[in-house]
């Protein structure tokens, strides 16, 4: 019915909300051909005959041409399918049960099952449903940018995509430090010198050319990485069974409970659902693969968190001093499981990895195509991937890898709950602005309701920032005055043409459609 109310709009002249988000005319028609005076349909160039118009919220598989030509047609690489892309979602936001083991020793068992019960329904549920509509509703790379652009302007986009490009640099500096970490109580040598510096150079250059390889192979990866570190804890939950005793789920003691270390790490543990948005562009379907895959990831990552939780402190006695990094490889069974543990830790870190800079390249990608970063950066090798961000991810890692596990955790946190203020404010916008704009996923809720999904996860948000401390503040917040400063200077050097912008006409643009709706609407 809104494709069908679109065309008529079309036809008549007029413009209307359901028009707001329609991909720009791209001069492929012949020479001379003027306007009949209606709305020019609006097309996609080069895109198979028979498609006359596609609107910004529902096309389907833009044929990213390139820029001067000089790009390859996404047509000629394989997009990502439902199952790797679960596995995707499940390794930007967990990877498995590790790194929960600070919830425990925070506040106690009672506490950790709790958070990781109800946490979601505050934070997970809400971004998750969030990213479901808007990453359909833009699906490019790109993806949260491009949601802030469309609604504040480029200039808020960039400073989005600064701080989650910034935060997920620095969280991915964080992985191949716990891989050698879950291994150095076996290989006392990757405890610290040369020989762990050299390890994680050559993890680091190993992973980043499987992000090379392509988005497909990540995700198939992830899928095989996923039940390897999630298998273990299957085994553990039969063995174990003869050793649980509930009464020690119940143990708390509210009195002594560490609440900056417990929010951080259920916060760290439990977010990033809008990271998958940045590779909408290179998945098969996605206005009806992404909600299905958040939806199972959802289910996948909670039960991934909370069963062994139960397991753990079910069957083992409540010593808060054991619970930390790596605890779960030293309880319940003999040798073989905890070694089993130890290399699902180890291989979880890489899937961790390898999803986190796949999201952080593309983003980079997406950037380009809409001109806010240089042309250079969207340009793909040639198997899909966008190589200058892949390799400028890497090298943020190197060099931010000898930052500690709690610094990563909190400076991380902290940029990313900056960035979501912006996601919500541009997710409440467009529903007060485009309430008929086409989504292919909608929210069954109201604008009130929009509102009200925000609050819990905002009121969160103030505690994640009034427990930060003024060290980690002050480092976010430099950070952000870096992003301010970042973005001017990229038009100087734009306006300079010192390096070349330049936007991928093949992408829908909203801004035009804007224009023509204010201009339309009825005074």
């Known amino acids: 019915m809104q494709h069908a109310a679109q065309e008529q709009s079309d036809k008549s002249g007029k413009g209307s909300e359901d028009a707001t988000l329609q991909a720009p005319p791209v001069n492929c028609s012949s020479p001379g051909h003027e306007s009949d005076g209606s709305q020019e349909t609006q097309r996609v160039s080069k895109i198979s005959e028979g498609q006359s118009s596609v609107?910004?919220?529902?096309?389907?598989?833009?044929?990213?041409?390139?820029l001067e030509g000089g790009k390859p047609r996404m047509e000629n690489f394989r997009k990502v399918s439902v199952l790797p892309l679960i596995f995707l979602i499940f390794y930007e936001v967990s990877g498995g049960p590790f790194g929960v083991e600070d919830t425990v020793k925070a506040a106690g068992p009672f506490l950790a099952l709790m958070g990781f019960l109800v946490f979601p329904f505050i934070w997970s549920i809400p971004e998750a449903l969030i990213t479901a509509e808007m990453g359909t509703m833009f699906p490019e790379d790109g993806g949260y940018v491009v949601w802030v652009s469309s609604a504040l302007g480029s200039y808020w986009g960039f400073q989005l995509g600064w701080m989650k490009w910034l935060g997920g640099v620095i969280d991915n500096a964080l992985y191949p430090v716990l891989f050698l970490d879950y291994l150095k109580s076996d290989i006392p040598a990757l405890k610290g010198g040369w020989p762990r510096i050299i390890v994680i150079l050559i993890l680091t250059v190993a992973l980043t050319y499987v992000n090379y390889r392509g988005l497909t192979i990540v995700g198939w990866v992830a899928f095989l990485l996923g039940v390897f570190s999630l298998l273990p804890f299957v085994v553990m939950g039969f063995v174990s069974i003869p050793k649980l005793k509930p009464s020690r789920w119940f143990v708390v003691n509210i009195h002594n409970v560490n609440w900056g270390l417990y929010v951080n790490s259920l916060f760290w543990n439990l977010n990033y659902w809008d990271s998958i948005s940045t590779l909408a562009g290179e998945v098969h379907e996605p206005k009806k693969t992404l909600p299905k895959a958040l939806f199972y990831a959802l289910i996948l990552v909670v039960s991934g968190y909370f069963f062994p939780l139960l397991i753990g402190t079910g069957a083992t006695k409540f010593d808060r001093k054991k619970w930390t990094s790596g605890h779960f490889s030293k309880m319940i069974a003999g040798a073989w499981l905890s070694w089993w543990v130890q290399g699902a830790a180890a291989m979880s870190s890489m899937g961790l990895f390898l999803a986190e800079m796949s999201s952080d390249s593309f983003e980079l990608l997406g950037m380009a195509e809409r001109g806010m970063l240089p042309e250079f950066f969207s340009?793909?090798?040639?198997?899909?991937?966008?190589?200058?961000?892949?390799?400028l991810s890497a090298s943020g890692v190197v060099l931010l890898s000898c930052l500690s596990f709690q610094e990563i955790i909190c400076s991380e946190n902290l940029l990313y709950c900056f960035g979501m203020i912006l996601e919500f404010v541009t997710f409440i916008r467009l529903r007060m602005k485009y309430p008929r704009a086409v989504r292919p996923y909608k929210i069954p809720v109201g604008t009130v309701g929009a509102v009200l999904l925000c609050i819990p996860p905002t009121a969160l948000i103030v505690v994640v920032l009034y427990l930060a401390s003024l060290k980690v503040m002050g480092v976010s917040l430099a950070a952000v005055l870096i992003g301010l400063v970042l973005q001017p200077c990229m038009k100087y050097i734009e306006k300079r043409r010192w390096l070349r912008f330049s936007t991928n006409s093949d992408l829908p643009d909203f801004k035009p459609a804007e224009s023509k709706s204010s201009d339309s609407e009825p005074k």
């Open 55 to 66: 609107q910004m919220a529902a096309y389907n598989g833009l044929h990213y041409e390139g």
């Open 379 to 391: 340009k793909r090798s040639r198997y899909g991937t966008p190589l200058v961000g892949i390799l």
